[in-house]
């Protein structure tokens, strides 16, 4: 059965008043929700309190979703309005790298396959950039604290970043096409 039928058939279940049916949903997507979150620079710990405010806003949704398109546009798209609003309130700069632009989530590409992809493509990068990679993406480190923990100059740390997530996403997108 195809993954947009499995989605279709486990929301029409919820919809009809199945619980079990939502949860099948949460364990299929919470990895997803947050990995995104997390490619979209929101720091790990922010990212779990995020994922599960997404499934508690989509705990009403999905009894008025209407079936016109596949799920993951549906999820994709309260993902981006949560993290859009977290920006805001956080005053965060919303030019933290994001990959979900260079991956066709529509495409047949799984978690898993995905997963295998980011690291394959992280670790084709030197283990110094990599490393402020993880910090500034995962951890949540600002470049100034990055510089300061690799005890290297400002400079280098935002050179090193930008020619890495270039080289990131192209890597990324090679993959996925």
């Known amino acids: 059965m195809k993954e947009q039928n499995i989605d279709f058939l486990l929301i029409e279940r919820y919809q009809n008043g199945d619980l ?19 490619l979209k620079g929101v720091p ?7 994922t599960s405010e997404i499934f508690i806003k989509l705990i009403p949704s999905l009894k008025k979703y209407r079936f016109e398109k596949p799920f993951h546009h549906f999820l994709n798209r309260v993902i981006r309005n949560r993290v859009f609003d977290y920006f805001r ?20 590409i ?11 493509c992280l670790r084709q990068i030197k283990n110094l950039t ?5 910090l500034l993406w995962i951890e949540g480190y600002k470049r100034h604290q990055i510089a300061e923990v690799l005890k290297l100059p400002i400079g280098s740390v935002h050179s090193g970043l930008e020619r890495s997530k270039a080289d990131f996403r192209k890597c990324i997108e090679d993959k996925i096409k």
């Open 130 to 134: 990599r490393r402020a990679m993880i």
């Open 110 to 120: 799984d978690s898993f396959e995905l997963e295998e992809i980011i690291a394959t």
């Open 20 to 38: 079990t049916a939502f949860t099948a949903l949460f364990q299929k997507y919470y990895p997803v929700v947050y990995r995104i979150l997390i």
């Open 44 to 50: 790990a710990t922010e990212a779990e309190d995020l």
């Open 89 to 108: 309130k956080e005053k965060v700069s919303l030019r933290h790298f994001s990959i979900e632009e260079s991956i066709d989530l529509s495409s047949p």
